[in-house]
């Protein structure tokens, strides 16, 4: 009876720490599923130091994980599908202060959703790579050229890329669900430099 319940004391034991590591990321191959590109960033930023990237992806795990994205209200879903139109529609004539209010845009949404407040875009940057790998890339580019960092042919990659986090935010869907939506026919004729690239790339940066 004793040994019995010596047993099942250390089965417990060693779920509760599988959890936990699993909670975490999984180690190396489970931060690498779950981070994707991101996972490489990291390993480049600490100069192929593969142990001292995943000390830091586990580190983000670990303050942002337990995050529970805050749904939106119908009113303001609306107001921010508007307002991003809106600033498609200006990119063509403007491509400077279009990215900048779309970088603007997305930091405000993200706040709503439950991250990070934008004014700490890395802390605000690191929690949404946790729960949104596969669109911070498209984030981060945009910061940079919403500071005058690159000329126009890539503020229109920044905002083509950007787009996806948008509608990741923008949507009731889990990050799965939201990884798999495919642009919908009303979201390309709202896609002006799909029309107008030749254009884009000879106005120069404003």
Avoid at 12 to 33: S, T
Avoid at 118 to 133: L, R, T
């Amino acid at each position: 009876m004793f040994t019995a319940v010596i047993i099942a004391f250390a089965v417990v034991v060693v779920a509760a720490a599988l959890f936990v590591r699993l909670g975490r990321g999984g180690g190396g191959r489970g931060l690498k599923r779950r981070f994707g590109p991101e996972y490489d960033r990291a390993v480049a930023r600490h100069d192929g130091d593969t142990k001292a990237a995943e000390r830091e992806l586990d580190e983000r795990v670990k303050r942002h994980g337990s995050l529970a994205e805050q749904p939106l209200p119908p009113e303001a879903r609306e107001q921010y599908v508007a307002q991003w139109a809106g600033i498609q529609e200006q990119f063509v004539e403007s491509p400077q202060k279009a990215v900048t209010e779309a970088d603007a845009l997305l930091a405000r949404l993200a706040k709503d959703r439950g991250f990070p407040d934008g004014e700490q875009f890395e802390e605000q940057a690191a929690a949404i790579s946790v729960h949104h790998a596969d669109h911070v890339e498209g984030y981060l580019r945009m910061h940079t050229v919403a500071r005058g960092q690159g000329d126009t042919e890539e503020m229109r990659v920044a905002m083509v890329e950007a787009r996806g986090l948008f509608d990741a935010l923008i949507t009731e869907q889990s990050a799965d669900s939201s990884r798999r939506r495919q642009q919908s026919p009303d979201d390309q004729r709202h896609t002006p430099w799909t029309r107008s690239r030749r254009h884009a790339k000879g106005s120069g940066t404003r």
